[in-house]
């Protein structure tokens, strides 16, 4: 795969019967994990919502990019895990309110939007459900990284565009960074993608971590720069 074409890695699958199997498929429901701090002052919180590729589904927990996520900041920041396989926009928007009170993140990064567009749902409906989410995050005084996803090429060219420029206009909007490809350099490389050619692999995971990290990273340099 190039690197300037980016799917979700359903070679060969129809897209009906992809958004069939993730809406039916992966709705199993990961617990919100939490790791406690290693340090003595009391670390940020970074909380994640997203959905199955965030969720560690057909992997260990142990072995998703979160945890890996947790494990090189190494205490510096607390990771919360909210996703849930199956999760849509609406749904994220639903349950975000209760998370921002339970948590009080400084951080949020939003991982949503796949299963929209696995379910050809409006770009514009998916765009208003992100917005409130910024939205709300924003005014718990938390930042937010905003995580990007691609659809096959099969729903068409037109949808496709509308579809990834959601979040370009999003991270311009809002002035939040955005991670234009979360898979990228994973969708569609052998060895990376499970055999449902939906949910990246064990392998892949540190991938997708050096795909967050680089944004993740200025965040957490301003944040300790900024007197608390």
Do not use: C, K
């Amino acid at each position: 795969m190039t690197s300037g074409f980016p799917v979700l890695g359903f070679a060969g699958i129809q897209g009906r019967r992809m958004a069939h199997m993730l809406a039916a498929g992966v709705l199993s429901i990961a617990a919100i994990i939490a790791w406690p701090a290693a340090h003595a002052d009391t670390p940020p919180t970074l909380l994640v919502l997203g959905d199955s590729l965030s969720a560690a589904y057909g992997i260990e927990q142990e072995e998703s990019w979160v945890y890996l996520l947790n494990e090189r900041l190494d205490g510096e920041v607390r990771v919360v895990n909210a996703s849930i396989s199956g999760e849509t926009t609406a749904g994220g928007a639903e349950r975000l309110p209760d998370l921002l009170g339970q948590h009080e993140p400084q951080l949020v990064l939003l991982e949503l939007g796949g299963n929209d567009g696995l379910r050809g749902l409006p770009p514009q409906q998916m765009q208003q459900n992100l917005a409130g989410m910024i939205e709300a995050s924003q005014s718990a005084d938390a930042d937010v990284l905003l995580l990007g996803i691609d659809i096959p090429p099969n729903y068409g060219q037109a949808y496709r565009d509308a579809f990834t420029g959601v979040y370009r206009s999003l991270a311009e909007e809002f002035d939040v960074p955005l991670v234009p490809f979360l898979l990228e350099g994973v969708a569609l490389e052998e060895g990376l993608m499970q055999s449902d050619g939906i949910h990246p692999t064990a392998s892949a995971q540190p991938v997708i971590l050096d795909n967050v990290w680089p944004e993740l990273e200025d965040w957490l340099e301003q944040w300790q720069e900024t007197p608390q």
